[in-house]
Structure formats: C-alpha cells, structure tokens
C-alpha cells in the first residue's frame, strides 16, 4: 500500500493543474460542476484495524461502503448515521467527503460526530494526522471532523477511523395519518420524551416513526404512540437513506436544513420532511433560489441545491462574510495552490 501511496504524492506534488479527487464516483453530481484531472483513490483499500469491543473501525479511503458495512454486520454492529449509499461503488472516502447522513441521523448524530481521526495528504504530498482511535483524544481544532462534508477541498483523505454502534435488538415502525403542522408538532413533542424514535418521515399526509432500542423500550413505545403497525418496514427506511425512493426521481431537488421546531414553510412544491423537522427536501426549480433561500433563512436554516441540471444559482446557500473568510483561510493553509476539487462548494 505504501506505493499506491507514493503515487498520490507523485501526481499531487507533479500536478500542473487542478485535480478531481474521486473514489468511486457515486457523489459525482454532488456540489458545483466538476473540475481537473482525476487521481482515483480506488486502490488504496482494505480496513487497517477493526476492534468491535472497542466499537471502532480504520479503514483506507478506497475502501467500499459495501464491505464496512458487510464487515460490521457480521459483528452485530454498524455505521449508526446511516451514510447513504449510492450503489455499490460509494467507497469510505467519498462517505466522508460528502458528509451526508441519513435517516437515524437526529437520535444518534451526524458522520461528523462518528470521526474520531483520519490522515490528510495535503498539497505538498505530506501525509497529516489529526485525531485517533477514541472519543477523547482531540487538543485543539478537530481537523478531522472538518474534513467531513469539505468535498475534498482541502486535501486527500487517505485514511479515517469512524466510530461504530451495536445494532438494535428490535425495531418496529408505525404510521400516522397527519398533516403537515400536526405531524411536526407530534415529533417534537416526542422529541422531548424518553421514547427510542430513531427516525421519523412525514409526506402526503402520512407520518411514518421507527422505532429502535431494547424489546421493553420498544414496547412500551408501541404502548404509548398507538398508530398503525408497518410490517416489512425495512426496504421503505433503505429507500430514504439510498434515495431510492420515488421522491427523489424528481429532476430537481432541494435540500433544507432547519430546526426541527420550525413551523410548516409554504414553498410551492411538495416536501418530504425527515429528522424530527430539520430535514426537508423540496422540488422546486432552481429558479426559485432567491425566494427559498430568504423563506429558510428566515427561518433559521439553509438551503442546498441538492440536484439540478442547472446549479448557476449556486449548490450552497451563500456563506455569512466571516464565515466564508475562515473558509477561505482553511483552503489557503491546506491547499495554497488550489489544486484540489477547485470550485466543488462554492
């Protein structure tokens, strides 16, 4: 592996131009129109170290989502935010690069919350460390949580250890006819109660909450929400987290970022709400940029292009000026000759 390692450096440290760091392309669409050379992170692969009772995994970047996840399965455990997978040429260094999670995202937390370390090469072909194996092991920034969802931009991630959790003994999923205010009032108020809602999708009238913990927890979840029980709920919960699910087919597709005790937003396109409310997805034109971004913002929230033909508008809701001047900090100390994903956020 230390030359596959060594030919990173060569083609960073030799490039004349931009490069395009890719694993397995899956996430291509995602972001602003791509640009350079690609340096294919597809060979760098295999797991460096996997504890289970440590309950934490290192993998290479080119490491297939597909096999980690295969991996932890077969322990019992798995990738608790729940990355989505694109089919199967996703690999663990665009999970991270994208930084998107999915629906068990508001009960246990973000990709972010589950990087512990990762290995940077930067410009100069230099391979950095940042972080490590456990919680507590972060003085300083955390650089390495900052690498999740940066898109490669500030350098290639060549190795990342992630933070996994044991499976639930026993989910169940249950359904609600509601509409659109009382389901978001519903949410929250179970938001604030000891019940083991892990996910929760609210479209055309119907509310649908999984459930996942111990049997007795569980159990007396059912006992107190009622609702209509939902046999084989898994492949539904799949189609959500692989946006595989007939909403998403829409040609163009915003994603909306808002605290979850956000009231309704009268948009004009249908919506797709999950998260407890923090997580919207909207079809609407990318026209209509300027108008949903003042709605959201408004709200407290931002709002992301997710897909389009045509993202002139911009993928990324505008930064705040002193947000986008520490941006712009972080890329000139890592990446000073702006070789790497030029462009990609913003």
Not at 251 to 269: H, N, T, V
Not at 306 to 333: C, M, T, W, Y
Request: aromatic share 8%.
């Amino acid at each position: 592996m230390q030359a596959i390692i060594e030919q990173f450096r060569e083609q960073i440290v030799g490039a004349k131009a931009p490069l395009r760091l890719r694993g397995g392309g899956s996430k291509d669409w995602y972001g602003q129109a791509l640009q350079g050379e690609v340096l294919d992170t597809r060979a760098y692969t295999g797991v460096v170290d996997y504890e289970p009772t440590e309950l934490v995994i290192t993998v290479r970047c080119g490491t297939p989502l597909a096999e980690v996840e295969a991996l932890l399965a077969g322990r019992g455990q798995m990738l608790a935010f729940e990355p989505p997978r694109y089919g199967a040429a996703s690999t663990i260094g665009g999970v991270v690069a994208a930084g998107l999670s999915g629906p068990r995202r508001a009960a246990v937390g973000a990709l972010r919350d589950f990087v512990l370390g990762a290995k940077l090469m930067d410009a100069k072909g230099e391979v950095l460390n940042f972080g490590g194996q456990v919680m507590k092991n972060v003085a300083g920034y955390d650089v390495s949580r900052l690498l999740a969802g940066s898109l490669g931009t500030l350098g290639l991630i060549t190795e990342v250890s992630l933070k996994v959790l044991p499976q639930p003994v026993r989910e169940e999923t249950i359904r609600f006819e509601l509409d659109e205010i009382a389901a978001l009032r519903a949410v929250n108020e179970w938001g604030g109660k000891p019940l083991p809602v892990s996910a929760t999708c609210w479209q055309r009238g119907v509310l649908t909450v999984r459930l996942s913990g111990a049997d007795a927890a569980v159990k007396f979840a059912l006992a107190q929400l009622g609702g209509e029980r939902v046999s084989e709920a898994a492949a539904f919960w799949d189609s959500l987290r692989d946006q595989t699910h007939g909403f998403f087919a829409a040609p163009d597709l915003w994603r909306l970022s808002l605290p979850p005790a956000a009231s309704a937003l009268i948009l004009g396109g249908e919506q797709l709400i999950e998260w407890g409310g923090a997580q919207r997805w909207l079809h609407a034109a990318p026209s209509a940029a300027a108008d949903i971004r003042r709605s959201v913002a408004a709200a407290g929230g931002h709002a992301t292009l997710f897909r389009a033909q045509d993202k002139s508008a911009g993928a990324f809701h505008p930064l705040a000026p002193a947000v986008a001047r520490i941006h712009e900090r972080l890329k000139a100390n890592f990446d000073p000759a702006g070789i790497f994903n030029p462009g990609r956020m913003y």
